[in-house]
């Protein structure tokens, strides 16, 4: 039995992605990475049944896809680091002087989140 969990480390916004093989045989596992901009590697930890964490070599991600192999009885840890994707352009609008007044929209994107903003002044 393969039990995938996952979750997003807040301090680099890196994949965590823990793997546990319960089987007594190897199993290949494929995971596909969705709504996250990965690299081409992942580090991987393993803990195996002999109670040892070993780092092994990173794995390669194939477009947004992890293949691997995870060994018998072992718990594989896999961190994905994210990539920064470049930041959209900010974009100036609707300039407008009426009655000794100056006032734009600025429109663009604030970490996650669309912003727009009426500056008068």
Do not use: E, Y
Not at 28 to 39: D, E, Q
């Amino acid at each position: 039995m393969f039990l995938p969990f996952a979750a997003l480390r807040q301090s680099d916004g890196a994949l965590t992605l823990m793997a546990i093989n319960k089987l007594t045989a190897s199993t290949a596992i494929s995971v596909g990475l969705t709504n996250f901009s990965n690299g081409t590697t992942a580090n991987v930890w393993q803990l195996t049944n002999a109670s040892r964490i070993t780092h092994l070599p990173d794995a390669s991600l194939t477009g947004a896809v992890l293949m691997d192999t995870l060994l018998a009885q072992s718990v594989t840890l896999f961190i994905i680091p994210a990539v920064a994707l470049p930041a959209p352009p900010i974009r100036l609008s609707g300039a407008n002087v009426a009655s000794g007044q100056l006032s734009f929209q600025l429109t663009g994107n604030i970490g996650d989140a669309p912003a727009s903003k009426v500056v008068r002044t």
